[in-house]
Nanobody
C-alpha cells in the first residue's frame, strides 16, 4: 500500500521560500508518477508539478515554472517541492499524489494522496 505524508508547510512572506516534503513508501512498481497539487478552499485541486521515475523527468505548471523545483532523494523515500519567490497566489493546501505509470494533469487519475500541508502567504 502506497503511503504519502506531506510536511514543511507554513506561513511565508511574498518573495520568500519554502521546501515541502512528502515521505513516500509502499511502491511496488518501477515506473510511477509523483506529483504536487494545490487546493484553495473547496475548489478543484490544481496540478503544480510532476516527477516520473523511469525515465526521470519533471514538468511544471506555467504559473510556477522557474520558481518551483520538484525532486526526489536518492533513496526514493521523499519527494520535495522547493518553492522560491513565492507569490500570494501560491497559497493553499499542497497535496502529494502518486500513481503507476505516466503523469496526467487531472487529479482524478491519481490513486494515492497524502493529507496535505498548508502554505500561507502574507506580508
Amino acid at each position: 500500500q502506497v503511503r504519502l505524508q506531506e510536511s514543511g508547510g507554513g506561513s511565508v512572506q511574498p518573495g520568500g521560500s519554502l521546501k515541502l516534503s512528502c515521505a513516500t513508501s509502499g511502491f511496488i512498481y518501477v515506473n510511477y508518477c509523483l506529483a504536487w497539487f494545490r487546493q484553495v478552499s473547496a475548489q478543484e485541486r490544481d496540478w503544480v508539478a510532476s516527477l516520473t521515475t523511469a525515465p526521470r523527468t519533471t514538468t511544471y505548471a506555467d504559473t510556477v515554472k522557474g520558481r518551483f523545483t520538484v525532486s526526489q532523494d536518492d533513496g526514493k523515500n521523499f519527494l520535495f517541492l522547493q518553492m522560491n519567490n513565492i507569490k500570494p497566489e501560491d497559497a493553499g493546501t499542497y497535496y502529494c499524489a502518486a500513481r503507476a505509470g505516466d503523469c496526467p494533469l487531472d487529479p482524478a487519475y491519481f490513486t494515492s494522496w497524502g493529507q496535505g500541508t498548508q502554505v500561507t502567504v502574507s506580508s
